[in-house]
């Protein structure tokens, strides 16, 4: 998932030949289906009501349609929806009729290139890259831009309290806003969609944003890291366990997520706070890695992935995983009760 940003002088970021989004799939159809089956439980009876006025889904329901309206392109006769096959799920199932379908395309066509790419904008809208040695997510630094993650959650919640909704994202209605919270909420807890790790030529981790580096690589959130068995680091972090579903959640997944501390602040700083959380967690990600050259591929630098210990990696990556999937649940119940606050 690459980004470019402006560097400071002696810097440059060397991403791979294509400028366009490559697409991700945070959790994967059914972790985010669990994140909205989640918050479903966790909804105060306004925010539920208010739900099904508005987009007449459940957040469980509503929680893949931004990964399923990647399916929209560019092609001769305008732009056309096709289900991604690398990534079959009943999930967009409901979402493309007639009338679903068009929803997605007119939401792709009004996201398509307003961000300073040529195209694929609503692609970039699903994370961010901040170097994993911060402690926290700034506007400011590399990876980080107007139309990344946090931003595109910020213009969700303007919609849905009536604000103008910031250039360069275009929400067409309530329901839409609601579509991309249950989606992109998910999306900000996965740690590889906001935190990321930068290589110097020598493949050691560097923080982009200190001066004096000579070269810095972008591994696109862990897609140009080849973690063996046929998987990138971002996609083993994807894949959650076969167990958990979004029709039978555990008791003590939803216990974790009603425990969650709420947050005090006020709403528009959450989307930031929750980032920086994220930032934070991704040092667990790639802690016990390192890294080695691999040969380039359709010319994107690779490399590949050495464990310290892989089977205790692995332990970790799930626990980790049940945590930030708890974690996102609940703060989109929190978010959502907000935004439809009981009658005083």
């Not at 807890?189 to 200190?210: R, W």
């Not at 930032?279 to 630098?301: C, H, I, M």
Request: some cysteine; overall charge neutral; proline content about 6%.
């Amino acid at each position: 998932m690459p980004h470019l940003k402006h560097m400071g002088l002696g810097i440059w970021l060397l991403v791979c030949a294509s400028l366009l989004p490559l697409s991700a799939f945070a959790w994967g159809h059914q972790g985010h289906m669990v994140v909205g089956a989640l918050a479903d439980q966790l909804l105060t009876p306004q925010a539920r009501a208010g739900l099904q006025k508005d987009l007449g889904l459940t957040l469980q329901q509503a929680a893949p349609w931004a990964d399923c309206a990647k399916g929209v392109g560019l092609g001769p006769r305008g732009f056309e929806y096709a289900a991604d096959e690398r990534w079959p799920s009943p999930a967009c199932t409901r979402f493309e009729t007639a009338q679903g379908t068009k929803a997605m395309q007119d939401y792709a066509r009004r996201n398509w290139n307003t961000c300073g790419q040529p195209r694929d904008c609503h692609k970039a809208y699903h994370y961010t890259d901040v170097a994993y040695q911060h402690a926290e997510y700034l506007a400011g630094y590399v990876g980080a831009n107007d139309h990344d993650l946090v931003h595109a959650i910020n213009a969700a919640i303007a919609k849905l309290q009536g604000r103008p909704v910031p250039r360069p994202f275009s929400i067409a209605s309530r329901g839409e806003a609601l579509l991309l919270l249950a989606h992109f909420i998910g999306d900000l807890h996965q740690p590889l969609h906001v935190g990321a790790v930068y290589l110097d030529a020598q493949s050691e981790p560097v923080d982009p944003d200190v001066p004096g580096h000579s070269e810095v690589f972008e591994t696109r959130g862990g897609n140009s890291l080849d973690a063996g068995h046929g998987s990138n680091l971002h996609a083993l972090w994807d894949d959650i366990p076969d167990k958990l579903r979004a029709d039978a959640i555990p008791a003590s997944l939803l216990q974790e997520a009603r425990a969650l501390r709420r947050s005090r602040a006020a709403v528009g700083r959450w989307a930031q706070i929750w980032a920086s959380d994220s930032v934070r967690t991704s040092t667990q990600v790639f802690a016990g890695l390192r890294f080695s050259p691999d040969a380039e591929q359709k010319g994107s630098r690779m490399w590949t992935v050495a464990f310290d210990d892989e089977a205790a990696y692995r332990d970790r990556l799930e626990q980790l995983q049940l945590h930030q999937l708890a974690k996102a649940g609940s703060r989109l119940a929190q978010l959502l009760n907000a935004l439809y606050p009981a009658p005083r």
